[in-house]
């Protein structure tokens, strides 16, 4: 922050912002200039409800649900921000749901309220935000500027905090409503075309009993022995339609974490299975594979989460020794049990912080120098049959072709973000899913909404905030009033709005020409 905005001679009353002259708000006996009349306001809203017909027609009521559910989400986190404005005595001239020309408003006091024809967001307008903005001098004292530092920074947090509040009630209405999964109550739900599970003849309901002489429990529990018995033949006792059988396998292999911090892009739990168009069958061969190859980067084929890919890493390489665990193959399918009401609030808590350091991480990968790298690449190669090869880049590649897993769906994008109409896309497929996956999608994008806003950057939520909290600090060390001269921010600002331009465009041609598959199931 820049220290060129003007202070007070006295600590104790704040100078006066500069004024103009300006027209009074208008009220409702007194509609604003330009504003659509009565007739054609109830005409626009009427053609708006036609509209929404037309969508739930067109695309489907799963559509309609998911659009109805996010401009709900959006009404929220400016209700937040309106509540709590007006309880702190600020002044709010405008609540609307969309941007651009106003499709139908009206006013209640001082307030109005409306809806504009894009539908891309709403806003609330509280006057005086910064110091450029020209105010009523009779209004002065209540406009944002004006306040103290503990009514204005829970009147920026609140929008992100309403996010965060729907996300929690969404995850105790999943828990109370349908419940928790039961870890230890599951069968098999599918297996990896070509695993070790697939050449044991497994199949999806059995029930696995006991591993390598081991009982099993619960997946968890399955998966631990797994990681611990890579390359080896092991003895499974599975139950099928209420009758126990045994079979054997020789268990694959993948990278453990420590591996794959040595070979970036790889992650740990992929699955190497070429390595400069040469098969490997384990991990030794794909360590020597490395360590032999000519400087320079190298191209690995591997699947992750069943879906085959290819990226170059860099080589040679040296790995660690013996840095990978074992790999079965399967996947579970469990039960859910309801929960208490105090039981579920628990469980919500527990996994809201869960999504919550998740999308932390993605948000982080995602604008990360590989990762804004790796999203350009996907904006500039979405409609060529073949994406370049670009060092560290990680492409699909056919799930029908050589390395073929038995995937029933497309592979999920990498540094992907979506637009309106990709998760609009994705809604109505979470709805045909059933209702715990439309549920959980509207978790993960309102918390997303609510992390993005507080990024402390102008003009989101975050940076409002980060600008109040320098002002609070300034006086604390100066005994004086102080506000940021918003006009020093203005490039900041530009820049901001111009990334969330950039974003926007670019996810909506990539969801256009590239759309995201179904990843709730086949």
């Keep these: 922050m820049t220290d060129t905005t003007r202070q007070s001679a006295t600590p104790s009353e704040p100078e006066p912002w500069p004024q103009r002259d300006l027209p009074t708000t208008p009220t409702s006996a007194e509609p604003a200039a330009g504003a659509p009349s ?196 092991v003895e499974i006792v599975y139950e099928r339609e209420g009758r126990e059988a045994t079979t054997s396998a020789v268990l694959g292999w993948r990278l453990s974490a420590e591996a794959a911090a040595a070979v970036p892009p790889l992650e740990a739990g992929d699955q190497v299975v070429a390595v400069n168009g040469r098969d490997v069958d384990s991990y030794a061969a794909f360590a020597a594979g490395l360590a032999a190859s000519d400087a320079g980067p190298v191209t690995v084929v591997f699947q992750r989460q069943g879906f085959p890919y290819e990226t170059e890493v860099n080589a040679p390489a040296a790995l660690p020794v013996a840095a990978y665990d074992g790999f079965l193959g399967v996947g579970p399918a469990v039960d859910r049990e309801r929960m208490s009401p105090v039981a579920a609030v628990g469980e919500a808590g527990s996994s809201f912080g869960s999504v919550v350091t998740e999308s932390v991480g993605a948000l982080g990968k995602v604008f990360s120098p590989s990762g804004i790298g790796a999203y350009v690449n996907n904006v500039t190669s979405a409609t060529s049959e073949e994406a370049p090869a670009t060092g560290g880049a990680i492409r699909p590649l056919d799930v029908n072709g050589p390395h073929a897993t038995g995937a029933t769906v497309e592979p999920p994008d990498e540094n992907r973000l979506l637009s309106i109409l990709g998760v609009i896309r994705l809604g109505s497929q979470a709805a045909d899913s059933g209702w715990i996956a439309l549920m959980w999608l509207l978790v993960m994008v309102n918390i997303f909404l609510g992390l993005f806003n507080l990024l402390p950057l102008p003009p989101l939520d975050g940076g409002h905030a980060a600008v109040a909290t320098y002002e609070a600090v300034r006086e604390k060390i100066s005994g004086k009033p102080y506000r940021v001269d918003i006009s020093k921010l203005m490039p900041v600002t530009y820049a901001m709005v111009f990334l969330i331009l950039a974003i926007g465009v670019t996810s909506l041609y990539l969801d256009i020409v590239d759309p995201v598959q179904n990843p709730f199931g086949p």
């Design 38 to 233: 009565a007739s054609n306001s109830w005409m626009r809203l009427v053609a708006l409800a036609v509209g929404i017909a037309a969508l739930g027609l067109i695309g489907g009521v799963s559509v309609l649900l998911i659009v109805l559910a996010i401009v709900v989400s959006i009404f929220l986190h400016e209700l937040g921000h309106f509540l709590v404005a007006k309880r702190a005595g600020m002044k709010v001239t405008e609540f609307f749901i969309g941007f651009g020309p106003r499709i139908w408003s009206f006013h209640r006091g001082e307030t109005e309220y409306g809806v504009k024809a894009i539908p891309a967001g709403a806003y609330v307008r509280i006057i005086g935000m910064h110091n450029l903005e020209q105010v009523d001098p009779a209004d002065e004292s209540r406009t944002y500027r004006a306040q103290s530092y503990g009514k204005r920074l829970p009147v920026v947090l609140a929008g992100p905090f309403a996010n965060f509040a729907i996300a929690f009630v969404l995850l105790f209405a999943i828990f109370v409503g349908w419940g928790s999964p039961n870890l230890g109550d599951w069968t098999v739900d599918r297996v990896l075309a070509g695993s070790a599970a697939a050449e044991a003849g497994l199949q999806p309901g059995d029930r696995i009993v006991s591993f390598n002489g081991q009982p099993v429990s619960d997946f968890a529990g399955l998966s631990e022995l797994i990681e611990q018995s890579p390359d080896e033949a």
